[in-house]
């Protein structure tokens, strides 16, 4: 089991910037695959970016140059910096891990997580 704890969502104008927080807990795998995903209101669930057990990222073409995602020196935290905000990021966004490795494109892939966070909400206003 790992439990999940995401934090730091809020509302915030156009362009502007966040830090979301995500921080794993109960768990006794020794290394596991993350990422970040958000689910607007009518919309799939989406992968955002993800970082695999070696450090190496991954990111959605949407967030690319603009977010940027990141551990803590334990890897039990998880960290999502988000700059230059646009309207169309609003959604909620979710803490996702996996103890399997995964590398590249597949840490954008919602199936292969099998722990999710509860969520946090980022609204970005014009």
């Known amino acids: 089991q790992v439990q999940l704890v995401e934090s730091g969502g809020g509302s915030v104008q156009s362009g502007g910037s966040l830090r979301l927080s995500c921080t794993a807990s109960?768990?006794?795998?020794?290394?596991?695959?993350m990422g970040w995903f958000r689910q607007a209101p009518g919309k799939e669930r989406e992968g955002v970016a993800g970082?695999?057990?070696?450090?190496?990222?991954t990111y959605a073409d949407s967030v690319k140059g603009r977010f940027t995602i990141s551990q803590g020196n334990a890897q039990s935290t998880l960290y999502l910096q988000m700059n230059s905000l646009k309207p169309e990021d609003t959604a909620m966004y979710y803490c996702?891990?996996?103890?399997?490795?995964?590398?590249?494109?597949?840490?954008?892939?919602?199936?292969?997580?099998?722990?999710w966070g509860q969520g946090t909400q980022v609204t970005v206003s014009l």
């Open positions: 996702a891990a996996d103890p399997q490795l995964w590398r590249g494109s597949y840490l954008l892939r919602r199936e292969v997580f099998r722990y």
């Open positions: 970082i695999d057990s070696d450090g190496r990222t």
């Open positions: 109960a768990y006794t795998y020794s290394s596991l695959s």
